[in-house]
């Protein structure tokens, strides 16, 4: 079955320097997949898209990659501030539920002045 | 500025009432969702509808039940609540009929079931 992993435990990074977040997915090949940022107690609000055939997509000091070699995305946030500080969320699309996104458990970013 | 808003931020129940999660999106949109959210799991899928009166099962549909009278409210109900429903549970929308559009979620109701 599909099945997307982030890393569960929580990423601590310095002010200034660049945070990378990986998302694996295993069993299949979506077409595209979604990044979102969450705050503790709010809804998850979207960052990017990028699809399988884009390698990368940039917004302002946010990059998302797409490898699907690896069966892989990587987003980066460079220069990296403690508002910065969420959780991070992966979702591809996925091949059951009528094609819905599948959402990875998110990984807690946490930015130290 | 885009909206989905959820009618309760906390809700408490007993065991065995009927709860009804209601949400309203001012957007226009045609999709719309009901996620829940567990700690060290991702969001899963209870229940989305593509148009009025329209639903579709999403991933743990069982014991939850949904309603979408208007476009732009989308109810889910529990029938009988169990502790096991004890949870935050999100409402978002899109537009169009691909997963691929950006989802715009509400805040969250956070449902204990005692």
């Known amino acids: 079955s599909q099945k997307i992993e982030q890393n569960s435990e929580a990423l601590n990074i310095q002010e200034g320097k660049t945070a990378t977040l990986t998302c694996n997915y295993t069993?299949?090949?979506?077409?595209?997949l979604q990044w979102y940022r969450q705050d503790p107690g709010r809804g998850p609000v979207f960052l990017l898209l990028i699809r399988e055939n884009e390698k990368e997509k940039r917004k302002e000091r946010l990059k998302v990659t797409f490898d699907t070699t690896l069966k892989q995305s990587l987003f980066h946030i460079t220069a990296s501030q403690p508002a910065d500080s969420a959780t991070y969320l992966c979702a591809p699309e996925g091949w059951d539920s009528n094609y819905q996104l599948i959402w990875g458990a998110g990984t807690k970013l946490i930015i130290k002045p | 500025d885009v909206k989905v808003t959820q009618s309760s931020r906390y809700l408490v129940k007993r065991t065995g009432e009927k709860v009804f999660l209601e949400c309203v999106q001012d957007m226009d949109h045609e999709n719309m969702f009901w996620y829940r959210q567990d700690p060290g799991l991702g969001l899963r899928l209870i229940y989305f509808?593509?148009?009025?009166?329209?639903?579709e099962k999403g991933d743990i549909p069982e014991g939850y039940s949904v309603s979408r009278e208007k476009k732009e409210r989308f109810s889910l109900i529990l029938e009988s609540a169990s502790t096991n429903q004890t949870s935050m549970y999100l409402c978002a929308s899109s537009r169009g009929h691909s997963s691929s559009y950006e989802q715009y979620f509400g805040p969250g109701t956070r449902l204990t079931v005692t």
């Open positions: 069993n299949y090949s979506p077409a595209y």
């Open positions: 509808s593509y148009d009025v009166k329209m639903k």
